[in-house]
């Protein structure tokens, strides 16, 4: 049992909820089935997991989901039946980002509720920061007795006031990458400014571009208005690359090329735009293997990986 204390609640549009029900099952975590009404309201706790479940996005649910406060839009997890274009477009233009393809990435669906559960499982207890403006991820209060856990704490403390510095976070899921990503950028000048999470396997390859570097009206076909990416939007922040692995090799040169120059080129645009973020990466694989195998550049592994942490 992983945690007694997170919920699944799933929510669809549909009574097909087979697929699904199977990957939580499997992770043995509490949950609950609930049929979408509208207005959307979405009753939960702090550790409650959010899953929406849709065969199509309705103009109804368009004009609900763009009332969801930012907060919400970030615990959504999306999971559609089917490899479509249009509708995985049409969720990903309302901020959604972690989206899956059921059968097909049900693996990927089952590995990223554990990384988000072991890391609410393992997060900093936070009733004791009471001071306004306090950080909420201390390095102090991260807990861990093991010898290559503490040579973590030792890193994270060399490195918290060298803001400019590219971290690699190497483990397995459910080590809490995404819990030391933050952790880094909260006890930094960074933050400030915002920290950028992209779960590179819940975005698929046809939309990773224009989620990374924006787009500019009329660039294509739907692209009715302008959209800043996610590299532009972390401005002096932190960008966390999770599972960096999953990136393909065109996506990975055109990344490479704004992390040598600092600058990003939104599609359909002319011109270049500087970009000021940090970049933290993570995975939980063998990246010097795919080097071999011609699946990872080497060149922006160096350029990501300056310190190195394994969990």
């Given at each position: 049992?992983?945690?007694?204390?997170?919920?699944?609640?799933?929510?669809?549009?549909?009574?097909?909820?087979?697929?699904?029900?199977?990957?939580?099952?499997?992770?043995?975590?509490?949950?609950?089935?609930?049929?979408?009404?509208?207005?959307?309201?979405?009753?939960?706790?702090?550790?409650?997991i959010i899953i929406i479940q849709v065969d199509t996005v309705s103009s109804t649910f368009v004009r609900e989901a763009v009332r969801l406060n930012e907060d919400t839009i970030n615990k959504l997890i999306f999971v559609v039946k089917k490899n479509d274009a249009v509708l995985i477009s049409s969720l990903?233009?309302?901020?959604?980002?972690?989206?899956?393809?059921?059968?097909?990435?049900?693996?990927?669906?089952?590995?990223?509720?554990?990384?988000?559960i072991n890391d609410r499982s393992n997060s900093i207890n936070e009733d004791n920061l009471e001071k306004e403006g306090e950080s909420k991820y201390l390095i102090s209060e991260l807990l861990g007795s093991s010898k290559s856990f503490k040579n973590v704490i030792e890193i994270l403390k060399?490195?918290?006031?060298?803001?400019?510095?590219?971290?690699?976070?190497?483990?397995?899921?459910?080590?809490?990458?995404?819990?030391?990503?933050?952790?880094?950028?909260?006890?930094?000048?960074?933050?400030?400014?915002?920290?950028?999470?992209?779960?590179?396997s819940a975005i698929p390859e046809s939309l990773m571009e224009s989620e990374l570097f924006g787009y500019e009206a009329g660039a294509f076909t739907q692209a009715e208005s302008r959209k800043y990416g996610l590299l532009e939007l972390a401005e002096k922040g932190t960008l966390f690359l999770d599972e960096l692995g999953d990136i393909s090799l065109n996506i990975q040169a055109k990344l490479l090329r704004s992390?040598?120059?600092?600058?990003?080129?939104?599609?359909?645009?002319?011109?270049d735009i500087p970009i000021y973020a940090r970049f933290i990466s993570a995975t939980n694989k063998n990246l010097e293997l795919m080097i071999q195998q011609n699946l990872f550049r080497m060149d922006l592994f160096h350029r990501l990986n300056v310190i190195e942490i394994t969990l």
């Open positions: 049992m992983l945690s007694n204390d997170i919920n699944i609640n799933v929510y669809s549009d549909s009574n097909d909820l087979s697929s699904v029900n199977l990957v939580i099952n499997q992770l043995k975590i509490n949950y609950q089935n609930i049929q979408v009404k509208y207005p959307l309201k979405f009753e939960n706790n702090e550790n409650d990903v233009k309302l901020g959604f980002h972690s989206i899956f393809v059921i059968p097909f990435e049900l693996p990927k669906l089952s590995a990223h509720l554990s990384d988000i060399k490195i918290s006031h060298k803001s400019d510095v590219y971290v690699m976070i190497l483990g397995e899921t459910g080590t809490g990458k995404s819990l030391i990503a933050r952790t880094i950028h909260e006890n930094s000048t960074k933050n400030k400014y915002p920290f950028i999470d992209i779960v590179c992390i040598e120059k600092k600058v990003i080129r939104r599609l359909g645009g002319v011109k």
